[in-house]
């Protein structure tokens, strides 16, 4: 016995001449992870344990040192680390190993590497090489450098790392793993690339991002960007289940496709129904017509191409030509065209108390459906129309837009138009069936079908009235020009009657059924709400002037040759050998 210890005192004063070949690692920094630091357990040496080959100790400046080789192994409470050949520091219980590194705690992580410095009374560990990973039972992490606090159970990287899941993969240049709440925090250039169950990806890009492995939900602040076989989502805080694919989105949300642009301050989108619902200054616009929707809150259903919004009068601008037509309702409904479905229109729904505004022309009604492909809007439930001092009313309208201008409007059953004169009377006109027709936005003819009668004051030079034209007929054709009725024709069965102004009495002055309703008149700012206010101030851009209208100043004046004046014709009086004219037929 006496000889067995004489050797083993020898054996810790060997000279470490091997030792000065390899050069140790400055001590690494200390793990950098949120909340309080616990305390580390103090005076728990390192064992090690058996079936090392070789060992070799001395004192190196000071410092008691013990290297071992081949097949070295240490315990420490729940923790095993592994390695070929290490350093052991007996004084600072602290542990360098060299070359196929490997970690162990509680059989649920492990992390190797090819270079590992080891702190017994920290409990923290620090492993380098050119691959480095971590691996739990739920992912691995890879990087070149990675810092791991073993009381706490957290890691941290600062040089990229790589993570992998069974569905996810992700990478960063910064990194933290908390392995009690499976929590990384990721930073710089994080990129996470999600499967779902058919295998197609979702691919995530930002600079901030906390992803919990449990939970499978990514948390993100800052600029993010989702790329989908469905479409691009963009928001600036938010959350990302990537097992249920719902999106909960904040601060300027977007969904982004081919067709059109969906946003809001809050977005929540399921990519598995297709299906989301945005709150608080929420827009849609169409890229392929200019159409813009805005309001409040909205609902969107990707695989019928359907947007609903409603909440604080929705308002709808669409730009076509030299005109904005802009639409107001309690709820719009956008109806877009879908890829194989050729049979679905692009269709603009609006209801209840519709309001219209474009140009000199304003509108109300109940309920309104708009055909984007025909240009053509449909207007239900009490429909009024005006444009510049003219009223039309019925049962049911539609107008029909050519090239970005009021073309035509289709009055159906109980058909009314009255227009306001320069001395404030109301010329009326009623029928079964009316259309107007107008001309580089002013009326231009009105074809009334059916039942016509007719209310029209005669004026002297603009400002004196006459006289009342009173007429009856199957049908007739009033003509405008400037806006003003210029001639009245009557086309079957004619009856009329002429009274001076002298013999004129008020209750001759109105058809039956007459309402002036320009009350009722939506003004611009009531119809462009707040959704649409900037477009209050906007001022329109100035046309430069061509060379040729300074050049030559008459021709551009003949450019647009104006219709000849038509003589002024006296007051309508009947006649009983006036035969009548032949109908009309509506263009």
Known sequence: MPLLRFLLAILLLLPLGALQAQNR???????????????????????LLPGTRELRGGDFNGVKIRKLIGNVS????DVFLYCDSAYQYLERNEIEAFSNVRIVQSDTMTITGDHGFYDGNKRTARMTGQVVTMHDPRMTLTTTALDYDLTRKTAFYTVGGHIVDPKNTLDSQQGFYDTNSKVFVFKRDVHLVSLDEQGQPTDLRNDTLTFNTITKIAY????????STQGDLYAEKGTYNTTTRVSNFARNAKIDTPG????????????????????????????????????????????LGRTKLFGSR????????????????????????????AVQRPILYAWPKVQIFRGKMQGRCDSL??????????????????????????????LRFRRGQLDRANLFSN????????????????????????????????DVLGNAESLYFTLDGDTVMSGMNKSVSASMRLRFVDNKIKQLTWLTNPEASYTPVHELKDDVKQLKGYRWRVAERPTRRVVFGKHFAADLTRKPKAKPKSKASKTHPKARRTTHSRPAARPKTAPIKPSASARPVAPATPR
Request: aromatic fraction near 8%.
């Open 74 to 77: 240490f315990k420490q409470q």
């Open 369 to 398: 459906t708009y055909d984007r492909q025909d240009s053509i809007i449909y207007l239900n439930r009490d429909p009024v129309v005006w444009q510049a001092r003219n009223q039309l009313t019925s049962d049911s309208m539609n």
């Open 415 to 446: 058909a009314f138009a009255v227009q306001e004169d320069t001395v404030q009377d109301h010329n009326q006109v009623k029928g079964r069936n009316m259309v107007a027709y107008f001309r580089r936005g002013q009326m231009a003819r009105i």
């Open 260 to 303: 059109y642009l969906l946003g809001g301050d809050q977005l929540v989108y399921d990519q598995v129904k297709l299906y989301g619902i945005a709150t608080g200054h929420v827009s849609l616009i169409s890229k392929k017509d200019n159409l813009v929707l805005r309001g409040d809150q909205g609902r969107y259903w990707r695989a």
């Open 220 to 227: 993100f602040d800052g600029p993010t960007r989702i790329k």
């Open 25 to 47: 690692p400055a001590a690494p920094p200390t793990p950098a992870g949120p909340g309080p630091r616990p305390q580390p357990v103090k005076g728990a040496p390192v064992e």
């Open 314 to 341: 929705p308002v709808v601008r669409n730009i076509s030509g030299k005109d904005t037509l802009y639409m107001a309702a309690d709820t719009l409904l956008s109806v877009e065209t879908r890829p194989g479905r």
